[in-house]
């Protein structure tokens, strides 16, 4: 067996192996593209990483990266791993309330972006890191692996930290081997590089020895040019971008014939839009991945499999579930309970701040609130994503974030907030408000202009529509289900 690598050691070694290829590929929107070399991609990191030191960085501290898709967050990535420190991916259209609550919760080291708000290196001075070595610093092995934020269940911010040192031999990276990367591999992450989905895919990949295709911002009809000219041959989505690429005119007409991986996660997928992308790009091809950012669990399914077992995420792989009732009670296979997994030794595989530890039952199973059922084959469905939390185009929208900024509205007796089904998105973001004064509502634009003021554009609701009265039961809570199922499901 080989010596163990780190992230910052794996792209060293790979950069003196084939310093002159092109390994990070960025595509603009305005139609250009900016690329590294693994020579340019490992020295600039290098700097960076050098910078890093200076702050203080090492094992353990958290360096926040509140930039979009581009070359630099890639190459800031890469050198905090090569500083031992633990990335902090943060979206950075966030607002500055949000943001700031989530930084509260880290109180990262240091912080790369470009806000002038902040403390930060930023894009221009990672420009200018000329006086700093372009050799690998000494450093630790990273440990937290990745820090990823999430607004919570209860609204309030929370961390998701993925414990462990950052650490293996060659071609040991056992997430590589379950999602079948090679090493001559070109994958293509459209997402935004905040997601759990796509960041950790491309650190993955990278530390494999593969190369990497991003985009400013996902476009369907561009994404069919890129997989074209670059010819990728893993390509990672989530069910909306599926969609919405199946919708373009002329998909069925080009040349797709690069991509070997499809790997779709993070919602439910419609059965046409599975379909579809199996008729598109092969069965084979086709993989869906059921997991959690806390790695609960894991199943895998590709399209051979799904087409003989159609609605299913699959079976475990080193996972067991037991499905239970509200009594915690173990259900029989095909009836839908809630889901709770054990991942390898039951150990977890995560760690919470500013949120609870998840709910665990048995030895060592814990649930992330999805339900579903396991078929008698041992084959998982999901009935609902979860109870309350809102799946839209692949992101994650708690409810209780959304509420705490309309209930602020002087003119507002209360608010639920759900998703309704959505062609494109999966899910749409729709807020019913009880007024106080049912003869003098709230304006709808001034709540919907809050909202734009204090969240991200994606949690913002599509529709805001005013009642007289919340439905409740009989312990005064709202009745989330019964108002989805009132308008659509």
């Given at each position: 067996?080989?010596?163990?690598?780190?992230?910052?050691?794996?792209?060293?070694?790979?950069?003196?192996?084939?310093?002159?290829?092109v390994v990070?590929?960025c595509?603009?929107?305005?139609?250009?593209?900016?690329?590294?070399?693994?020579?340019?991609?490992?020295?600039?990191?290098?700097?960076?990483?050098?910078r890093?030191?200076?702050?203080?960085?090492?094992p353990?501290?958290?360096?926040?990266?509140?930039?979009?898709?581009?070359?630099?967050?890639?190459?800031a990535?890469?050198?905090?791993?090569?500083?031992?420190?633990?990335?902090?991916?943060?979206?950075?259209?966030?607002p500055?309330?949000?943001?700031?609550?989530?930084?509260a919760?880290?109180?990262?080291?240091?912080?790369?972006?470009?806000?002038?708000?902040?403390?930060?290196?930023?894009?221009?001075?990672?420009?200018?890191?000329?006086?700093y070595?372009?050799?690998?610093?000494?450093?630790?092995?990273?440990?937290?692996?990745?820090?990823?934020?999430?607004?919570?269940?209860t609204?309030?911010?929370?961390?998701?930290?993925?414990?462990?040192?950052f650490?293996?031999?060659?071609?040991?990276?056992p997430?590589?081997?379950?999602?079948?990367?090679?090493?001559?591999?070109?994958?293509?992450?459209?997402?935004?590089?905040?997601?759990?989905?796509?960041?950790?895919?491309t650190?993955?990949?990278?530390?494999?020895?593969?190369?990497?295709?991003?985009?400013?911002?996902?476009?369907?009809?561009?994404?069919?040019?890129?997989?074209?000219?670059?010819?990728?041959?893993?390509?990672?989505?989530v069910?909306?971008m599926?969609?919405?690429?199946?919708?373009?005119?002329?998909?069925?007409?080009?040349?797709?014939?690069?991509?070997?991986?499809?790997?779709?996660?993070?919602?439910?997928?419609?059965?046409?839009?599975?379909?579809?992308c199996?008729?598109?790009?092969?069965?084979?091809?086709?993989?869906?991945?059921?997991?959690?950012?806390?790695?609960?669990?894991?199943?895998?399914?590709?399209?051979?499999?799904?087409?003989?077992?159609?609605?299913?995420?699959?079976?475990?792989?080193?996972?067991e579930?037991?499905?239970?009732?509200?009594?915690?009670?173990?259900?029989?296979?095909?009836?839908?309970?809630?889901?709770?997994s054990?991942?390898?030794?039951?150990?977890?595989?995560?760690?919470?701040?500013?949120?609870?530890e998840?709910?665990?039952?048995?030895?060592?199973?814990?649930?992330?609130?999805?339900?579903?059922?396991?078929?008698?084959?041992?084959?998982?469905?999901l009935?609902d994503?979860?109870?309350?939390?809102?799946?839209?185009?692949?992101?994650?929208?708690?409810?209780?974030?959304?509420?705490?900024?309309?209930?602020s509205?002087?003119?507002?007796?209360?608010?639920?907030v759900?998703?309704?089904?959505?062609?494109?998105?999966?899910?749409?973001?729709?807020?019913?408000?009880?007024?106080?004064?049912?003869?003098?509502?709230?304006?709808?634009e001034?709540?919907?202009?809050?909202?734009?003021?204090?969240?991200?554009?994606?949690?913002?609701?599509?529709?805001?529509?005013?009642?007289?009265?919340?439905?409740?039961?009989?312990?005064?809570?709202?009745?989330?289900?019964?108002?989805?199922?009132?308008?659509?499901?």
């Amino acid at each position: 067996m080989s010596e163990p690598l780190t992230a910052g050691s794996a792209a060293h070694l790979f950069a003196q192996r084939a310093p002159d290829e092109v390994v990070v590929i960025c595509a603009r929107e305005d139609g250009g593209a900016d690329t590294l070399t693994r020579q340019q991609f490992d020295r600039w990191a290098n700097r960076l990483a050098h910078r890093l030191l200076e702050a203080g960085v090492g094992p353990g501290d958290f360096v926040a990266v509140i930039l979009p898709n581009c070359v630099e967050h890639l190459v800031a990535t890469l050198a905090i791993y090569k500083a031992g420190g633990t990335p902090m991916p943060v979206s950075y259209s966030m607002p500055a309330e949000e943001r700031d609550g989530l930084l509260a919760l880290a109180t990262p080291r240091c912080i790369i972006g470009d806000m002038a708000d902040l403390d930060a290196i930023s894009r221009a001075d990672m420009q200018a890191l000329e006086s700093y070595p372009d050799m690998p610093p000494e450093a630790g092995v990273p440990n937290p692996v990745k820090a990823l934020g999430s607004g919570g269940s209860t609204g309030k911010p929370k961390l998701i930290v993925t414990p462990g040192p950052f650490q293996f031999p060659e071609g040991e990276h056992p997430t590589a081997k379950l999602l079948r990367f090679l090493p001559s591999d070109l994958q293509y992450s459209p997402g935004p590089l905040y997601h759990n989905g796509p960041f950790f895919f491309t650190q993955v990949m990278l530390f494999h020895g593969g190369r990497i295709l991003v985009n400013e911002r996902f476009n369907a009809a561009r994404m069919l040019d890129l997989i074209e000219e670059y010819r990728p041959t893993a390509l990672n989505l989530v069910p909306t971008m599926m969609q919405r690429l199946l919708r373009e005119p002329e998909v069925e007409s080009r040349d797709l014939s690069s991509v070997r991986l499809l790997w779709h996660y993070a919602a439910a997928c419609p059965d046409w839009a599975k379909r579809g992308c199996i008729e598109l790009f092969g069965a084979e091809t086709v993989l869906e991945l059921w997991a959690a950012t806390e790695a609960t669990g894991i199943t895998v399914i590709d399209g051979a499999e799904w087409l003989e077992h159609p609605g299913s995420v699959g079976r475990g792989v080193l996972t067991e579930f037991r499905i239970v009732d509200e009594e915690r009670q173990v259900l029989p296979p095909g009836e839908v309970g809630e889901i709770f997994s054990r991942f390898g030794d039951g150990s977890a595989g995560y760690q919470y701040l500013g949120a609870n530890e998840l709910e665990t039952v048995g030895d060592g199973f814990v649930s992330v609130g999805d339900l579903g059922y396991v078929d008698e084959e041992g084959y998982l469905y999901l009935a609902d994503r979860r109870t309350d939390m809102i799946i839209s185009g692949g992101a994650n929208i708690f409810p209780a974030e959304v509420e705490a900024v309309i209930s602020s509205h002087p003119a507002v007796q209360d608010v639920a907030v759900v998703g309704l089904k959505d062609d494109d998105l999966g899910r749409r973001v729709h807020a019913i408000v009880e007024p106080r004064d049912s003869s003098q509502p709230p304006d709808v634009e001034a709540l919907t202009a809050m909202c734009l003021q204090e969240l991200a554009r994606y949690k913002v609701p599509r529709a805001i529509e005013i009642v007289d009265k919340l439905p409740r039961n009989e312990a005064g809570k709202i009745r989330r289900l019964a108002l989805r199922e009132a308008r659509g499901g």
